[in-house]
């Protein structure tokens, strides 16, 4: 009844190709930017900027970055928390070394290098699929993780081996990162950075290269027979995918802890991302949000409930029953949908446009 | 695009049977001991409709996996537009203008119709992936040029009504016809079919044969085919190969074929004496 493309007529491909074609989810984009925009950083509170919006932000471009080589070009891996780290360690050796350089160029550039460490552990992919490719990238994952909390040019010979990320401003004294950034400024920051990329990702999923990707995702011996090098394909995938996490790494370094540490990025990083594209839905832009979402607030959302609902039950039980519950929901979810949040939101849309009839 | 205009004014002449396209000189592929192939010669000549005949296992897949690089002969060369071939990939045969389709469907089934055939048109498309990240002015164009095409193909095909659906949600016939579609959106020189009419109805083969035959004249598309039903084989095919296994037994027009005593021999069973 509301939700109809009835009359929306299309005249033009170009019309056609749009990431929104049909006006409501146009109008219901529009809105979410607008309460991303506005009426998050007056009306969030310092907490919910911080601990809430902020690592959100950053899982969701993890969870792009992962969707992209396992959801799109069907590479497994469990790497994710080895290129979170290049990058966050990239952006921190970039900006100790370069103090001028501007902290979006750092970030980018830091992307870049977690990029390049990606196609070095991409090259396997050629011979060994699935699960064997797992193992490989878990390799990527143990080693970097070792290096950077042993040698210590890392950490620019830090004693302790946790360093702190300077700050830096994006222009002038409107300074995003270290202790004289406001919640909001970082907040406002990581969104529109995320807003672009999301919207870069999806740009490439529907172009060419993100055909490309599903085709060898879908079954590699056709596509290649169609013309597409398998080599070349894959590691494009693993150098877009390094990029997105290596710049999530760095945003959560420097906009989410404010410090940067090897084990912030350990194998449960790496599983925590996994969980969230799982549940997300493979191969969906949006079910990296979903995914991320699902993950992070539900945590917060379980613990609080007892308090607001007011129960007399102590901490430590709620933790408890958080875990349970949590492991409870993720399987329930798995066995209603194993597609993920994202396939169940394009149930409800069709339903919703057939609505109030059955078919 | 130059392509483009190539395919939409068909000549009228392109039925003649030109030069050879691609030759099969004393090819032979082994597994192990077995010997899929034995010194197996063909010519296929541009603009003709070649049938490749043989029982189960004679290797008539075998010889298309061969045609098109996935699998590497042990002795023979093939020479294909006046070139003989080294060792190559199949990616490589796609950049010469070989396309396939399968036996069992090898469709992205993830992919809607429309992607799977445009992911047949990615050799035309070049512009770099940080463009197509912006999706802006010259990769939009792109997009929106090989769409053109690749709905001339779906109108074709007349697969207007399924083109957003997932392939994997398709009936049998339809996918074979997608699979089909995303072969011709690279505008092939060669179109190599594996059995592209097994497990079809009458109804569905009488499609798909109109679609063999107006490729073949609009288009002026060399077609090399693998099909078991003979009644379809004799009327479309310009030329027979029988294979069987692994040895050529005959190679001529639909009719001699039809009358050579070693054909009937290895299909209907004839004693030897």
Redesign the interface.
């Known amino acids: 009844m509301f939700y109809r493309e009835a009359g929306q007529f299309k005249v033009?491909?170009?019309a056609d190709?749009a990431i929104f074609p049909i006006r409501q989810d146009q109008i219901g984009m529009a809105m979410i930017l607008a309460v991303a925009y506005v009426v998050m950083p007056v009306a969030g509170s310092e907490y919910w900027l911080e601990t809430i919006m902020i690592p959100f932000l950053v899982f969701s471009l993890a969870a792009i970055g992962l969707n992209i080589l396992t959801g799109y070009a069907g590479q497994l891996s469990l790497g994710t928390g080895a290129f979170m780290a290049c990058g966050a360690f990239a952006a921190y050796k970039l900006t100790t070394a370069f103090p001028d350089l501007n902290i979006i160029v750092a970030l980018l550039l830091s992307g870049v290098a977690a990029a390049a460490v990606g196609i070095v552990f991409g090259l396997p992919s050629l011979r060994i699929k699935g699960f064997y490719l797992a193992v490989a990238t878990l390799a990527a994952q143990f080693f970097l993780i070792w290096l950077f909390a042993k040698v210590p040019w890392f950490t620019n010979y830090s004693a302790s081996g946790v360093i702190s990320a300077p700050p830096r401003a994006v222009v002038g004294e409107l300074y995003v990162t270290g202790v004289h950034a406001t919640p909001q400024a970082r907040y406002l920051f990581c969104l529109t950075l995320v807003a672009v990329l999301a919207l870069?990702?999806k740009?490439?999923v529907?172009?060419?290269?993100?055909?490309?990707w599903?085709?060898i995702?879908?079954?590699d011996?056709?596509?290649?027979?169609?013309?597409?090098?398998?080599l070349r394909t894959k590691l494009?995938a693993f150098a877009?995918s390094s990029f997105y996490c290596g710049v999530a790494g760095a945003l959560w370094a420097f906009f989410y802890t404010g410090t940067v540490e090897p084990g912030a990025f350990d194998i449960n990083r790496s599983f925590q991302i996994l969980y969230m594209i799982i549940i997300g839905g493979l191969?969906s832009i949006l079910g990296a949000f979903l995914g991320a979402g699902f993950i992070v607030l539900l945590p917060i959302v379980l613990s609080r409930l007892p308090l607001m609902l007011g129960l007399p039950i102590s901490t430590a039980t709620i933790s408890h029953i958080e875990v349970m519950v949590f492991g409870t929901l993720i399987v329930f979810f798995l066995i209603v949908e194993p597609h993920g949040l994202a396939r169940l939101w394009r149930i409800f849309k069709e339903k919703l446009r057939l609505w109030p009839f059955p078919y | 695009m130059a392509a483009l205009d190539q395919a939409e004014t068909p000549d009228a002449d392109t039925r003649e049977i030109g030069d050879v396209l691609l030759r099969v000189d004393r090819i032979s592929l082994y597994f192990g001991g077995v010997r899929a192939l034995n010194n197996i010669s063909f010519e296929v000549r541009e603009h003709e409709i070649l049938a490749i005949i043989g029982p189960n296992g004679a290797g008539k897949s075998s010889m298309l996996n061969v045609i098109n690089g996935f699998y590497h002969p042990q002795e023979g060369t093939i020479t294909y537009r006046g070139k003989t071939r080294s060792r190559m990939r199949p990616y490589q045969a796609a950049a010469q203008g070989i396309a396939r389709t399968f036996q069992n469907i090898a469709l992205f089934k993830g992919m809607s119709t429309l992607d799977n055939i445009m992911t047949g048109r990615l050799l035309k498309m070049h512009q770099p992936f940080w463009m197509q990240a912006l999706y802006w002015g010259p990769a939009q164009r792109e997009e929106i040029e090989h769409r053109k095409f690749c709905e001339e193909i779906i109108d074709f095909l007349e697969i207007q009504h399924i083109r957003k659906t997932p392939v994997g949600r398709l009936p049998y016939g339809l996918q074979k016809r997608v699979e089909l579609g995303r072969a011709l959106a690279a505008q092939p020189t060669l179109l190599l079919l594996d059995e592209p009419m097994a497990g079809m109805n009458v109804e569905e083969k009488e499609d798909m044969c109109r679609f063999i035959l107006d490729i073949n004249e609009e288009f002026g598309t060399t077609i090399a085919l693998i099909e078991h039903d003979m009644g379809v084989v004799m009327d479309i095919s310009d030329r027979v190969v029988v294979l069987d296994y692994g040895r050529k037994l005959a190679d001529g027009p639909p009719d001699s074929v039809r009358s050579d005593p070693a054909v009937v021999s290895a299909y209907l069973g004839v004693g030897h004496d």
């Open positions: 033009s491909y170009a190709q870069l990702a740009n490439m529907r172009s060419s290269i993100g055909r490309q599903m085709a995702r879908d079954m011996i056709a596509a290649e027979i169609i013309g597409i090098r398998p494009s877009i191969g």
